[in-house]
């Protein structure tokens, strides 16, 4: 007999109902799976600024996603990467969607290297409603970006599923969304591109719980992949493992060895009962770990049978994977111009001396979430270099495009902002401490905001800020709503500097097919 889905989340109203759902599976020994936990309390809470006796003027959404569905993951699931985003609205925030969904469509990331359609919940969207939503969609206080990427996307119809879990969102979040889905076919993984509105039904801001946005939505979108394409066996959970041994990338096993160096005091792996007849499959493909692991000299024998990892094993690897990523991306972009030249990598932690002029042969974005870009520019004796973006290496309306001729510097800047001396002076007023409630009705009775700007929003912009200088280690949390500030932080920033690549255009080439752009 299959095995059926039992979805119990979805009759809240009607308990003794309950919706069955077929499942395509492999079969194999087991209890029938339930994927919902018993039901607990939904999410209700209002999120607003905390203004003694008053509610904030603004209309803010009340904070939804059950909390039943947050919790680990089936092991025999399929599994999905869910990776996601809240922009918060600047004032250009019309044309920032309008470069992103551009960027989103551009030709050559679709089926067979066309250009990729959005599509909706009833059919697929020309250019003309996609302008009106971005329209639309400008003026609210944010939205949401997800990127849905299952393991294995190129089995499943990504329209379909895109469709089929936004419905589920819609059940548990218990609004109707206004969204927009792209899917990619340029990578190894297909994947889908989920753009929501930030507002409800009701026309309120959209607040989604955090906790639904980090795992609720994850395991929604691993049930619809299992109930697709069925449940993985353990054949697939070993092939997976095997797969990873030879990557220079985090994966399970190595979690595996940081828990059972964990467990010793010195921190040293004893191996011998790796390779032992006795040993699982999955304790010998640790052992062919620590043998790729040493090979990149990140793991070391100490003795017979003993081992000892590096220090941040875990972020190193992703150091290695990132750098991968890039000569991979160098090696794809540079087919067809010079396939022969060296390639380097720029690090603005490293910097360089000099200026490095060339031209420009792609431009792209390296996270397609929080539009983080990169050049690839070639410079003389047959280098090409990849350039990766900070939000100061370029000055608005001097934008580089393909083609250019580009010199490269490094850069400095100071990390003081207007925010921060804004800050200093409500802390300065209030004894040391930056308060919420109090910048908020002291900007409320000042009334000296520029047009178009609203006071719970130009407070909540401080409130992000302070909170990112309490990330930093320069003012320190002491309440909910409230901060020290030092006497000296002003200061403290002016002399914080950050490095970067600044990239100045010396002449515009545009075109020439060098590559695609943005």
Not at 68 to 81: G, N
Not at 244 to 271: F, H, T, W, Y
Not at 491 to 513: C, S
Request: charged share 35%.
């Amino acid at each position: 007999m299959p095995y059926r889905l039992r979805n119990l989340s979805a009759h809240r109203d009607k308990p003794n109902e309950i919706e069955e759902i077929p499942l395509k599976v492999r079969i194999r020994p087991g209890k029938e799976a339930r994927l919902e936990p018993k039901h607990l309390t939904y999410l209700d809470r209002i999120r607003s600024l905390q203004v003694s006796g008053k509610r904030a003027p603004q209309r803010r959404g009340r904070f939804r996603g059950d909390s039943s569905v947050v919790r680990e993951p089936r092991r025999f699931f399929q599994r999905v990467l869910v990776k996601s985003r809240v922009v918060h609205h600047q004032r250009d925030a019309g044309e920032a969607l309008r470069k992103h969904i551009s960027y989103l469509q551009r030709d050559g990331v679709g089926i067979n290297g066309e250009e990729p359609t959005p599509f909706g919940e009833h059919c697929d969207l020309d250019r003309r409603e996609v302008t009106h939503w971005v329209d639309e969609w400008s003026s609210d206080r944010h939205h949401f970006r997800f990127i849905i990427s299952p393991e294995n996307g190129g089995e499943l119809d990504l329209k379909k599923y895109g469709r089929a879990l936004v419905a589920r969102m819609e059940r548990d979040l218990s609004t109707k969304l206004e969204w927009v889905g792209i899917t990619h076919h340029n990578t190894d993984k297909p994947h889908l591109h989920l753009l929501i509105r930030g507002k409800d039904e009701l026309g309120s801001d959209l607040v989604i719980a955090r906790d639904y946005i980090s795992n609720g939505l994850r395991n929604r979108a691993q049930e619809i992949a299992t109930r697709e394409l069925g449940f993985r066996n353990q054949k697939d959970l070993a092939q997976e493992v095997e797969r990873s041994i030879n990557q220079p990338r985090p994966c399970r096993i190595d979690r595996a060895l940081l828990d059972e160096a964990g467990k010793e005091r010195r921190g040293v792996i004893d191996s011998k009962r790796f390779s032992n007849r006795e040993s699982s499959l999955f304790e010998r493909q640790k052992l062919r770990r620590l043998n790729y692991l040493e090979e990149i000299g990140l793991a070391h024998r100490i003795n017979y049978g003993l081992w000892k990892l590096e220090d941040d094993l875990l972020g190193k690897l992703r150091i290695r994977a990132t750098k991968g990523d890039i000569v991979k991306t160098m090696h794809l972009k540079m087919r067809g111009i010079d396939p022969n030249a060296e390639l380097n990598i720029l690090d603005s932690d490293r910097g360089f001396s000099g200026a490095i002029k060339g031209i420009v042969l792609h431009k792209g974005l390296s996270d397609e979430l929080f539009d983080v870009k990169y050049l690839i520019v070639g410079a003389e004796n047959q280098r090409a270099y990849y350039v990766p973006f900070s939000k100061y290496s370029e000055s608005f309306g001097q934008e580089c495009g393909v083609g250019d001729r580009v010199s490269l510097r490094m850069g400095e800047k100071e990390t003081l902002l207007r925010s921060d001396e804004n800050i200093f002076h409500v802390a300065s007023q209030n004894g040391g401490v930056y308060d919420v409630k109090k910048h908020f009705e002291s900007v409320v009775a000042s009334k000296k905001l520029p047009s178009g700007v609203r006071p719970e929003q130009y407070v909540l912009n401080h409130e992000r800020r302070v909170k990112t200088l309490a990330r930093m280690g320069m003012v320190k949390s002491i309440s909910p709503g409230g901060w020290e500030v030092p006497s000296d932080l002003v200061e403290r920033l002016k002399n914080r500097r950050v490095r970067y690549i600044a990239i100045d255009t010396l002449e515009r080439v545009r075109g020439h097919g060098l590559g695609l752009g943005l």
